[in-house]
RNA sequence: UGGCCUAUGGUGUAACUGGUAACACGUCUGUUUUUGGUGCAGAAGAGUCUAGGUUCGAAACCUAGUGGGCCAACCA
């Protein structure tokens, strides 16, 4: 019976259902505007719409909002479709706001007639300018009182493709002083002498967004057009523009009135959202294009790695609000590790190669080893793997001097080889630049994993992956980093985004990897043991692989020795050892206070008080240190110690405080 | 010298619509482990922006202030 916290969204649902909304008349619309590809910040809106459609039962529909000829494209409708799909969500209906222009047309025809709506033929300066500014009301245009019939012919003159972009534009008769900027005479329609990809060259005017969204929602039955914060301000003119159809022209009472809602869209730290800074990366080559798996894109994400329900779970987990956020990119990272340590092969690749030779396994002989597939999975399957004298292992696997807490390979350590034997490092050889070339060991032959001997059981620091020499096949290993260097890279805009574009973001390997992996189909994932999930690149083939780093393991800090002075364990400092047990009092039950009281009191007195009293004064002038202050001043009293005028007027105060113990304390300190 | 939105641990979201804060990520500790991963067990970290007010009682309601965001495209 647990109630399940319901985000504000859901909350105005359900208000809407209990007042009288009936629940088939629910629907929703996913609306984009067919101008780029689909990014993890879409994600939300889909999740949001999805999400309710889905707790509700009701249709969304897929309505592509294209209004502006100059900047959409209809290879972006189809991609837009494919990662939708992709994502597993399907739409009721597949519409687009250019089935609307006729009834548009029309009603603003009925707007005009009704005196609400007139040709402008000022130029966009001129109407910015009489537009005000935020804090000064706007003037009337002097075209604001053409009559209606100059109008009508006017529109039909734009209608007809006889004017010129830019010479009229049809505005709504608002008001030019509204303390909403949107509400000063908005545009409605504009001349835009470009064939639209759907339309062709049936229109030469094109309505803007305000008074097509609505209209649209409207004719569509929508019931809640949900859309992000930044609309908050276009819901005005939203709701005008439905009332204004809905009372003055007839027959257009449809049973319901959609609602516009707004919410905070997702913010990633170190990327961009925008889907225009997006496309300069495509258009600048920074990036390989709309799918590189360095972009934030659904279908870059898609190729990096990352699962539909990895991206769903993450859009759960970040919820809905009205609150601008950033989200930290480690909790995407979370979202695949979880489900692809589940779900993912475990394979060996050696990403920087050195030469592992075992002096006393015969030159000539070759073992299988059984290798389990993930251990995560309940049917354990298993593999064999190939073994002999010359293995290849990753460099930093092994190290000449050795830190203190390093735990793999060094001369005269012992280490497992994964799924095989514990090998004991002799000697190395050396090039003439003085680079590792080749590493020397012996194995213990009776240690091999999973034979059950004492031998194979015995601890050693830790095991390490490989690759047979002989059997391992080349694949190329594309590794990235974060596309920018800042968390916040178009925050500043005295700042170019691409200022902070990481010129280190694409690090590509030639890596020695399992022969079994000559199967691996694009899509396939992998866990590269101890390295981190891999996907199969869609350009990837048996005779050329290519795999993508999703995400690395979660690694330790220890790992990196240079990590290691990171960790101390904190110095509690002696005022923090106050606050601490002041908020520890705080809490504490009334019966449990007067021992927390006792404990706080002596630990005061063993402190150096003379040290802390300055730090104790500057308390007192902070909310929120209250009770560790009275709690400190008592302790300088009893060692002696005068109080300032301040401390003295912080004490009285307090005496008059809400919190009883407060007040008895205080009491005690002004005798 | 305007309107609107918003403020809860480092981050994000909750708090049964008024009974002093929970969940997730992250961080740390211990433990298990043939992945320095996973799992398991724990810990630290927030008097809920500030000041008033209403109330027996406020994170929640009211007022003011402060911080942040959005709005002056013939973009969406």
Redesign the pocket.
Known sequence: ME?K????IE?IV??DLSKGLPSEALRFRF???P?GFLHIGHTKALGVNFGLAEKYNAPVNLRF????P???DQRYVDAIKKDISWMGYSWHKETY?SDCFNQLYLWALELIKLGRAYI??????????Q??????S?TNSPNRNRPVEDSLALFEKMKNGDSK?????LRAKIDMSH????M?D??IY???NKPHQRTQDKWRI?????W??GQCDYIEQISHSLCS????????LYDWFLTTIKTEFAGTELLITPKQR?F?RL?L?YTIMSK?KLSTLVENNYVSGWDDPRMPTISGLRRRGYTPSSIKNFIA????????????V??L???V??EL??TST?AMAVLNPVLLKITNYPDNQEEQLVF?D???SKNLNKRVIVFNSELYIEKE?FSLNPQP????LSVGSEV??????IIKATQVELDSLGNLKTIYCEYDPK?????GSIE??R???????WVCKKTSVNAEVREYERLFTSPSPD?DPNVPFESFINNKSLLTKTAFVEPFLLSAKPGNKF?????GYFNTDDDSTSTQLIFNKTVS???????N?Q?QN??K??ELKPI?AI??L??????LSEDKKKTAKQQLLTLSHELALSDLAPLFLTAVKK??????TLICLSALKSRGVSFSAEAKDFITKAAAD??LWLQDLSNKLID
């Open positions: 109630t916290p319901q985000n504000f909350q359900d208000s609306p984009p505007e101008n909002d294209d209004t502006n100059t900047k959409e706001s402008d033929s000022q130029d966009s300066d001129m109407i910015a300018k537009k005000g500014t935020p804090t000064s706007g972009e830019g010479e009229f534009v303390p909403n900027m949107l000063r908005p545009i504009r001349v835009i094109y309505p803007m967004y305000d097509a969204h914060l930044e609309f908050r301000p276009h819901r005005d707004e905070a913010n730290s225009r987990k970040v919820g809905v609000a009205k609150r601008d956020n950033v989200i930290d480690s909790l990272e979370f979202c590790r979880e340590n589940k475990r389990v993930n251990p995560e696997d807490g390093f735990k793999r497992r080889l994964k799924s095989g034997y240690s091999l994993s999973g034979s194979s059981q601890k050693v620091n830790t095991t390490i992956h925050s866990q590269f043991q101890r390295l393991l979660r690694e330790s800090k220890l790992k020795p990590n990171l960790i364990a904190p923090d606050k601490k002041g908020k520890k009092y705080i809490k909310r929120g240190t209250r009770a560790v809400k919190e």
